[in-house]
């Protein structure tokens, strides 16, 4: 049993970077330890901002604008954040959520274009001072991922953006990582799933002081 703070872990990618495949991976480890946790998911998590996560991927007609999209995410955020994330983490509940502010900051404003300082202010808005404790990039290829995420069926709207769109989304993740580097860790994904699966956890192990191997 771990004597430390409830973390707020963040998986980050481009598409079919493997977060998915590696949260799992990420709570086996956790349970090893009987360490007590919720998974979640950006945007989404909550009844509610599940209602807005569905909004945003489906192909509709009238799709959104960027902006408007970049608030949606952040209106997801601020329900999923103050009903769900915090009262975890108060009461000592570790927090794995797949996809956070990160995401922002590189789809909306890498990929988008939007202005970075209009994701500050929200940031600012909706979160406070409250930030991931360590966030894990898992950096990948764009054509990889997206012949990845592909194999697994139909794209949503975000995914059916083109290649230039994710290389930007690559990037702003790569620079989200030199800036940020007691946060964010970048780990390989275009290795085969155990290979990236083992080098997280041994990462994990280590920084957390855990003595169980989920096997
Ligand atoms: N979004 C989100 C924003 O624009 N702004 C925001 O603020 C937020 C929070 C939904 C979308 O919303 C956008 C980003 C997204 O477009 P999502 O639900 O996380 O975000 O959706 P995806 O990123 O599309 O999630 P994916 O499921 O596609 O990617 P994962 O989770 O990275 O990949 P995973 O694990 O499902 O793996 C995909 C496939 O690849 C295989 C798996 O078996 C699976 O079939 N795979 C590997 N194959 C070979 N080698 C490996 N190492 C592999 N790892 C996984």
Known sequence: MSTQKAQFITLEGVEGAGKSTQKEALCRLLDANGIAYIET???GGTP???SIRA?????ADDAPSAKTELLL???ARAQHLETKILPALQSGIWVVCDRFTDATYAYQGG???LPVDWIETLETLVQGAQRPDLTLIFDVPVEIGLARAGRRGALDRIESEDIAFFERVRAMYQQIASRNIDRVVTLDASADVDTVTE???AF???RWNLSCHPG
Do not use: D, N, V, W
């Open 204 to 206: 994990l192990m280590k």
């Open 55 to 59: 909004l945003l991927l489906s192909h």
């Open 111 to 113: 990929g988008r274009q």
């Open 73 to 75: 995410m952040f209106a």
């Open 48 to 50: 509610y901002a599940e």
């Open 199 to 201: 080098t997280m956890i």
């Open 41 to 43: 998911r950006e945007p």
